[in-house]
């Protein structure tokens, strides 16, 4: 350090006579008379083990295993998840597409007195019903032509671990039964076999569809739902958890840039506005890829607006564009239909056709003729289109 | 006719920083070892240079040449530890220049702490 230079701040560390590694912030600077002649140097040791612990602290209540958020909703869920993780009752995480059920449910898991027994995941809406039968309880040799020999099933698998089953809602009726009587004994019979074999089996359970509204609809097991339904977690959308965007857009932009080893300062102003304004309807793993792909797209420096995939730049021209298409059609056919609320960013196409041809039905009193010329489709397509959409 | 058994005279490395003893065991690059005995005149001194500061490699070297006492300065307890348990005896917190130090070790009055300036 010269006289004339500027007082200094260095983070390092130093071992102390008791042999531990200790963090400190050395500032230093130069001390100087009125006459501006250079009397001595002054210099501080400051012990940042207090400040580290907090931080510490503080960034274990932003998160719980892979999981980032410091939004009201979030924090709750960070608090209530090691406590469930602790007990062995059944969990049902509910919550929208990528929002990031699965790694609930290997936090669960993970933080669980059962982490070094395995973790077993079963889509229960990727295999065909036969299949996932034998799949989740196995089968016995010769149970059926092909049987050639003993299969342990996913609930065998899973003995002394945890059994996730994701996309619980769909699970075929029948198989509901089979897991309902597994929740009662605790014992499974593959198939062909008298022999039951008793489990040991935490059950969590994912779903992004309301289970309530199948049961209604008679499409879930009232009484299934209620076993799953011990303990229920649910997992906001990432539009509803205010200033997450924010905090997951500069976490993943630090993971990834490291990963692929770009320079990248972070996100012009403009850009920022646009990503945090944007709904995420694909939430959490939306917001990954729209990073992934900034950070593939940008060369380095900041992340300027035309580095961000189109849909996000120019979604007004497309919504105005489908919008305008949509309500000349539906004033077309139904003229009172109260836009403002059927045009909610939330609904799917098909809630949003159905409506149409609903609204074209009513206006042609249900005649399919005249309701397939007002739509100008051709018959065919209104009746098939009747037939999707369960339109009788 | 009986063999007198003579004790080994010690071998000792210090890790340096210049011709002082290095103010961190994990980050120094140089280490002296002495051996041969205990006047100076039968001492014989060898200095080895690290590719980089590691104190695991510093360690592997004290077992390596056969190293009786380690004196050094600041040192983390895990390789404390270590050296102690390996039956290397470990004088630390120790600050002055080489040749100060190792002659207060030579006259057995070297303490873990001592400052020699």
Partial sequence: ?392 | MSISSQPRPKKVLIPLYGDDVAPRFDLATEAMITFGGEAREQREEKIVVLPQSSPEKLCHLVLTEGIDVVICSGIEEEYYQYLTWKRVQVFDSVIGPRGAVLERFYQGMLQSGDILY
Wanted: hydrophobic share 40%.
């Fill in chain 1, 1 to 392: 350090m010269h006289a004339e230079s500027e007082p200094a701040c260095v983070e390092s560390d130093l071992i102390n006579r008791d042999r531990m590694l200790v963090p400190i912030r050395i500032n230093m600077a130069a001390l100087k008379d009125p006459d501006g002649n250079l009397v001595g140097y002054l210099e501080s040791i400051e012990d940042l083990r207090p400040i580290r612990e907090l931080d510490a602290k503080i960034s274990q209540a932003y998160s719980f295993a892979h999981l980032i958020g410091r939004s009201p909703q979030m924090e709750k869920i960070f608090q209530i998840l090691p406590v469930l993780a602790q007990s062995d009752s059944s969990v049902l995480i509910t919550g929208e597409t990528g929002t990031g059920k699965d790694m609930v449910a290997e936090a669960i898991h993970q933080a669980s007195s059962r982490a070094k027994a395995p973790f077993v995941k079963v889509n229960c809406g990727a295999l065909p019903e036969t299949l996932l039968e034998s799949e989740l309880f196995g089968y016995k040799k010769g149970a059926f032509t092909g049987a050639v020999e003993n299969k342990l099933g996913r609930f065998r698998m899973a003995h002394n671990g945890t059994l996730y089953l994701t996309e619980i809602g769909d699970l075929p009726l029948s198989l509901q039964v089979k897991l309902l009587t597994f929740f009662d004994d605790q014992i499974v019979y593959p198939l062909g076999s008298t022999k039951g074999f008793q489990a040991n089996v935490r059950v969590v359970a994912a779903t992004h569809r309301n289970l309530e509204q199948m049961v209604r609809e008679k499409r879930f097991r009232e009484d299934l739902l209620f076993r799953l339904n011990v303990v229920r977690v649910h997992l906001p959308p990432l539009r509803e958890r205010e200033g997450d965007a924010r905090l997951l857009l500069d976490h993943f932009l630090n993971i990834l840039t490291g990963q692929f080893g770009k320079n990248i300062k972070g996100f012009s102003k403009k850009t920022l506005g646009i990503l945090i304004d944007y709904r995420y309807p694909g939430n959490v793993r939306e917001l990954r890829n729209i990073i992934e792909y900034t950070v593939n797209i940008c060369p380095d420096g900041q992340i300027l607006p035309h580095h961000l995939p189109a849909y996000l730049t120019e979604p007004a021209q497309w919504v105005q564009e489908t919008d305008a298409d949509n309500e000349q059609m539906l004033h077309s056919v139904h003229p009172d239909l109260n836009r403002g609320k059927s045009m909610e960013t939330e609904q799917t196409w098909s809630a949003m056709e159905r409506k149409i041809i609903m609204a074209a039905l009513v206006k042609s009193g249900g005649h399919r003729g005249k309701t397939a010329e007002l739509l100008r489709w051709g018959r065919s397509t209104l009746w098939r289109k009747m037939k999707q959409y369960e339109i009788n």
